[in-house]
C-alpha cells in the first residue's frame, strides 16, 4: 500500500505545478475574455481607455497564454464595476488589471502520467502477489 501512495504523490505534484498565478491585464469585452491571455510586463501609466483616467499600458510581447476552457480565478468579467470599466490597456484593446490564478486543464496532456500510474499500481500489485513469471 505504501508504494501506491509512493506513486500517487508524483502525479499530484505533477498537477499542482500546472496552477499558475499571474498579475496582469486581462484584454475583455462587455461580454467575454478577448484573446485568452494575461499580459504581465506593465510600461507604466497611460491617458484613458474606454473613458477611464490613469489606467496601465502593459506590453503587447510579454503574456502568458491559457486554454478557454480552463479556469480562471477571479473572473476577469466579474471585475467590471461598471459598463465599460477597464483600468489597464495592451496595444488598443483595454482590459481589467488584476490578480490571477489561472488553472491548465487540458487532462489529455497528462494521459502519460495517469498511464504511468496505473499501469505502475497494477505491475507493482501483480508482482507483488506472484502472479507474473518473471517476477523475483
Known amino acids: ?8 504523490i508524483p502525479f499530484f505534484l505533477l498537477i499542482s505545478f500546472t496552477v ?3 498579475s ?15 499580459y504581465t510586463k506593465s510600461l507604466g ?13 502593459f506590453d503587447p510581447n510579454v503574456y502568458t497564454s491559457f486554454s478557454p476552457q480552463c479556469t480562471v480565478s477571479p473572473n476577469p468579467l466579474s471585475l467590471i464595476t ?11 484593446g483595454c482590459g481589467v488589471k488584476g490578480n490571477y490564478v ?14 504511468l ?10 508482482r507483488r502477489r506472484n502472479n507474473l513469471p518473471f517476477s523475483a
Not at 25 to 30: E, K, L, S, W
Not at 45 to 57: A, L
Open 102 to 115: 489561472i488553472d491548465n486543464c487540458p487532462l489529455d496532456d497528462y494521459t502519460w502520467a495517469t498511464l
Open 20 to 22: 499558475k498565478a499571474q
Open 82 to 92: 461598471s459598463p465599460g470599466y477597464r483600468n489597464c490597456i495592451v496595444g488598443s
Open 45 to 57: 501609466t497611460f491617458t484613458s481607455c474606454n473613458g477611464f483616467n490613469n489606467v496601465e499600458r
Open 24 to 38: 496582469g491585464c486581462i484584454v475583455t469585452y462587455d461580454t467575454y475574455i478577448a484573446d485568452y491571455k494575461v
Open 117 to 126: 500510474l496505473v499501469g505502475g499500481t497494477g505491475f507493482s500489485l501483480l
Open 1 to 8: 500500500m505504501k508504494t501506491i501512495y509512493l506513486l500517487f
